[in-house]
């Protein structure tokens, strides 16, 4: 079920970036011979409109626009490479933007639909799926020796005399000292699934409260309350934005480690962890699904931005030398396909070593 998710995400991904290259490209007057869903060999056309094939192809495992000219041996006005090189241009970043603006959209669904988020005390009344969430945990604490982690979402809590479930930070806190230094058993759920543990507060952990006992975390009231249209739109861009500078922050880091041969896998994922990832958000709910498709786009985007031969962004690179030297690149055509090659079979080597730290992360 997992690699189905897999596939269906990419499929969608890639579609949507090669509608945006046939979008630009029909607008900017070239010739667009084949719009496929799937990879060849072909299965059927399903039309020709407007000049254009529009087929299924046998292999489901995405799509593929193909624009007359774009390897620079085309002839006539309506060829890629005899189009003004702005034109080419805007046609190479279309597919990038269309990514960009498709999590734009997605992010925007999840908060119109309602996504998990700290909330004020005056949203809790019309907040639904309200649970206390742990935000910080302070070293050398109970909390910490007993393994509580931020993000673990705090279900109760039982000591000798009685249990607590509730919602509120303040009440919580009450419960912890009420115990007096007893042992407490907490339900967590901790990565989607619930735990029991044991923690014992104690007094001195709270600097502002010495007397208090406590166990050392930051708790908040977490839960779902949908926003209007108008609202959703603007935060929406807000957050697209956010997460945008995050994962090209991350990918900076991440390539620079490589270069450096002190690359980082922690904070990557290939095929199987993407897989593994979408199985959980499913779980979760749609906005969860928006959320984790919306990332997923934008890393897309941003890794075909990357000016490498075989990628979106090397075609734009050579671009933006052609403008300004003014004149055609003088490159013998078999040394860019090479370069390509070797680019590609880079970023396969790549997939798979990534892949492997998948592995070993489900595995062990």
């Known amino acids: 079920m997992d690699i189905l998710i897999f596939i269906l995400v990419i499929v969608v991904l890639i579609v949507v970036h090669e509608f945006g290259h046939f979008v630009v490209a029909k607008l900017s007057g070239m010739r667009v011979d084949e719009f496929g869903l799937g990879y060849p060999p072909r299965a059927m056309t399903v039309a020709k409109v ?6 299924l192809n046998w292999l489901p495992l995405g799509g593929f626009v193909k624009i007359y000219g774009e390897d620079g041996d085309g002839a006539g006005p309506n ?10 241009a ?17 992010i925007t669904g999840a908060l ?12 809790l009344a019309r907040a639904k799926n309200v649970e206390l969430a742990v935000v910080n945990v302070l070293p050398n604490t109970p909390a910490a020796r007993a393994g509580i982690q931020p993000g673990d979402m705090i279900i109760s809590a039982t000591d000798a005399v009685g249990q607590w479930r509730a919602s509120d930070p303040e009440s919580f806190s009450t419960f912890v000292d009420s115990s007096k230094g007893v042992a407490i058993i907490l339900d967590l759920q901790h990565n989607g699934q619930e735990q029991s543990i044991i923690a014992t507060p104690a ?67 290939g095929p199987i962890g993407i897989a593994v990832a979408g199985g959980a ?11 984790f498709v919306a990332e997923i786009s934008i890393s897309l985007a941003l890794v075909n931005l990357l000016p490498i031969p075989a990628l979106d962004g090397g075609r734009l690179l ?4 052609e403008s ?25 080597i790549l997939m798979f070593v990534v892949s492997a730290h998948d592995i070993s992360k489900v595995v062990w």
């Open 281 to 291: 958000e499913v779980k979760q709910g749609l906005s969860n699904i928006f959320i």
């Open 318 to 321: 050579i671009v933006i030398i």
């Open 203 to 269: 007094a001195g952990v709270a600097s502002s409260d010495p007397r208090r006992y406590a166990l050392g975390v930051e708790v908040g009231t977490v839960g779902v309350v949908p926003l209007s249209f108008g609202t959703a739109i603007i935060e929406g861009a807000s957050l697209t934005w956010g997460a945008t500078e995050l994962t090209a922050e991350g990918l900076w880091q991440f390539f620079f480690g490589i270069f450096t041969l002190h690359p980082d896998f922690s904070q990557v994922a």
């Open 90 to 106: 805007l046609v190479l970043v279309a597919g990038i933007a269309m990514n960009l603006f498709f999590a734009y959209v997605l």
């Open 112 to 123: 119109i639909a309602g996504t998990p988020r700290a909330l004020a005390p005056e949203e």
């Open 324 to 348: 300004v030297t003014r004149r055609p690149l003088k490159v013998k055509k078999e040394i860019i396909n090479a370069i390509t090659e070797v680019c590609f079979i880079l970023l396969i």
């Open 50 to 55: 407007g000049g254009t094939s529009y087929t």
């Open 79 to 88: 060829s890629f490479s005899k189009r003004p090189r702005i034109l080419q």
